[in-house]
């Protein structure tokens, strides 16, 4: 009688698939931070071999993208139509989507932060395409010219990165960035701007030229007049 066949102990379980494994990645980092995350420590929380992970994702780099991704997808999910029938009261939606990944993730948001976008005139944590495309088309079509949608845009992704970024660290979460391991894959670096698709995205076509434009000196300029300015207000009253 022929001995039984060998299990293969990396076959997939039925029920493990890419959302699962990205689903679980970003439990394992809220409970143990990105700085522990790898292929292994990943199968070992899903009971599964390593090598099962990669029918899935190519490596860590990629998991940790689609780490980011998730995280921002939520944040559509989240926004309130009826606020956004004002570009105030959509900005006030988006930010608060934004915080709340922040503050119910706070050790994954700064990967948010501090992974590469997917072109250099993306700004965190403002760093989805869908996301960019609609908030332009938002600010434009409540009457913002090009200039001040941009504007708005570049003061929007600093203010939200510097208040979420400090609130999530006193939260516990690391800020540096994750070091990638030699052997966790060969996934593609964002930061290709040739590369990247636009088809869809009206709004980011038209002005990427603007979106590329290096404003960071006026804009520190701005932002500290700014809060001088609201500083001497508040000593006023």
Request: no cysteine.
């Amino acid at each position: 009688m022929a001995p039984p066949p060998k299990t293969d102990t990396t076959d997939t379980p039925a029920k493990l698939d890419r959302d699962s494994i990205v689903q679980t990645a970003i439990s394992f980092i809220d409970r143990d931070g990105a700085q522990r995350l790898t292929m292994r420590a990943l199968a070992h929380e899903l009971g599964v071999g390593p090598m099962a992970l990669y029918r899935y994702v190519t490596g860590r780099e990629d998991l940790l993208e689609a780490v980011v991704a998730e995280l921002l997808e939520g944040v559509r999910h989240d926004l309130d139509d009826e606020l956004g029938r004002t570009w105030q009261g959509y900005l006030q939606t988006l930010s608060h989507a934004i915080r709340r990944v922040a503050v119910e993730h706070a050790p994954a948001f700064p990967l948010v932060a501090t992974r590469h976008p997917a072109a250099p005139w993306l700004r965190p944590p403002l760093r989805s395409l869908d996301l960019v495309e609609d908030f332009l088309q938002t600010l434009v079509g409540h009457g913002f010219t090009d200039h001040q949608a941009v504007g708005a845009y570049r003061a929007f992704s600093s203010f939200l990165l510097g208040q979420l970024l400090l609130e999530s660290a006193t939260r516990g979460a690391q800020t540096s960035p994750v070091e990638m391991p030699f052997d966790e894959g060969e996934a593609q670096v964002p930061n290709e701007d040739g590369k990247i698709d636009l088809s869809g995205r009206p709004a980011i076509a038209r002005l990427r030229p603007m979106l590329s434009e290096d404003r960071s000196a006026d804009e520190f300029e701005v932002s500290l007049e700014i809060l001088l300015d609201r500083l001497e207000m508040s000593l006023s009253q």
